[in-house]
């Protein structure tokens, strides 16, 4: 345990089928981020909040919806999605000043799209 | 622009040392990352280089050289459980973190 939780930890779901996919911090940190996963690929950055104002959204397509209640809280919730989306989708986060101490990931969260 | 290149898979035996290099082309930078992730775990924080030189960490260390966009993650006295994925990332000037794909390293006995 990283300190870092996501839910569920595997997700099989339709094309249009509505999903969301959850994650929980209690390390005090103040910046929270979505990353997709896909084999041997680059880690994707596809959201970042800090102190709940989201601060960073790499062209995701509108299926992909996040959301952040407070700090400690990170959604991302899944419309119609394709295919090509299937990949690990990880939760990072970390303190404003992070520089030397890095992100602390979640396990994420492996995601089909049928 | 934002390039960065690691080999996509080593093989070592136990017991031995082994080396995963990184390159990286920027126009800026704030440091540079390893983290180690276990097949369907977390990636996990190894190391961060802002100045050149070696950073040792018990059996892991991290050289980093800034004027040669090199760096390179060293491993000694393999254990099977380092069989792992090794990514590395270096930060741009807009302190986001960009990645490699990553280096599968398989340990065998």
């Known amino acids: 345990e990283t300190g870092v939780t996501q839910t569920p930890r595997h997700l099989v779901m339709g094309m249009t089928n509505k999903k969301s996919l959850k994650c929980e911090q209690h390390?005090?940190?103040?910046?929270m981020y979505w990353y997709k996963q896909s084999a041997k690929k680059p880690l994707e950055l596809m959201f970042v909040y800090n102190f709940k104002e989201q601060t960073e959204n790499n062209s995701v397509p509108s299926r992909f919806s996040p959301e952040c209640p407070n700090s400690s809280h990170l959604f991302l919730h899944l419309h119609t999605l394709q295919p090509e989306d299937s990949a690990l989708y990880l939760c990072?986060?970390?303190?404003?000043?992070?520089?030397?101490?890095?992100?602390?990931f979640g396990s994420g969260t492996r995601l089909t799209v049928v | 622009g934002q390039n960065i290149d690691q080999p996509t898979e080593m093989t070592a035996t136990e017991g031995a040392i082994v080396q995963i290099n990184c390159t990286y082309q920027t126009s800026g930078f704030n440091g540079l990352f390893w983290y180690q992730q276990h097949a369907g775990e977390a990636p996990t924080f190894l190391s961060y280089n802002v100045l050149d030189g070696l950073e040792e960490k018990g059996r892991f260390s991290s050289f980093l050289s800034r004027s040669k966009g090199y760096s390179y993650l060293l491993l000694k006295e393999l254990q099977m459980k380092d069989s792992a994925s090794y990514l590395c990332?270096?930060?741009?000037?807009?302190?986001?973190?960009?990645w490699g794909a990553g280096t599968k390293l398989i340990i065998k006995p």
């Open positions: 390390l005090g940190h103040n910046a």
């Open positions: 990072a986060s970390s303190q404003e000043d992070f520089h030397s101490s890095g992100y602390t």
């Open positions: 990332a270096y930060m741009d000037s807009n302190y986001q973190l960009i």
